[in-house]
């Protein structure tokens, strides 16, 4: 099985996004992600949705990984920068930034 370059989840929950824009933006993704050439290859990007990232405000929030970058407010032309800049092109959108993960890599062990 091929590598995914990035995994993007987002919120389609009710409480951060009472209007449920998640849901159009989830569903917008695909599309974004095909036109730019990040559903198939070495660049891939896996997409998943989920009813609940525990913020429960500023949404629909938008998580991409592995950088464990969190954007909020995310609108359909936002999704379309995160796509275009982040996930093709590897520019954080920085402006739109809510949180930054610190993601840990493990140790390669003793030598």
Do not use: N, Q
């Amino acid at each position: 099985m091929e590598r995914y370059r990035h995994h993007v989840l987002v919120c389609t929950g009710g409480f951060c996004s009472p209007d449920r824009r998640g849901r159009a933006l989830y569903a917008l993704l695909p599309e974004l992600l095909a036109r730019e050439g990040l559903l198939f290859g070495p660049d891939r990007v896996k997409r998943g949705e989920t009813p609940c990232l525990g913020v429960c405000a500023d949404g629909p929030i938008v998580v991409v990984y592995p950088e464990g970058i969190w954007y909020a407010d995310v609108t359909p032309a936002l999704l379309e920068r995160i796509v275009v800049e982040h996930l093709k092109r590897g520019h954080v959108v920085e402006e739109a930034v809510m949180h930054r993960l610190e993601v840990t890599r493990p140790s390669p062990g003793p030598a």
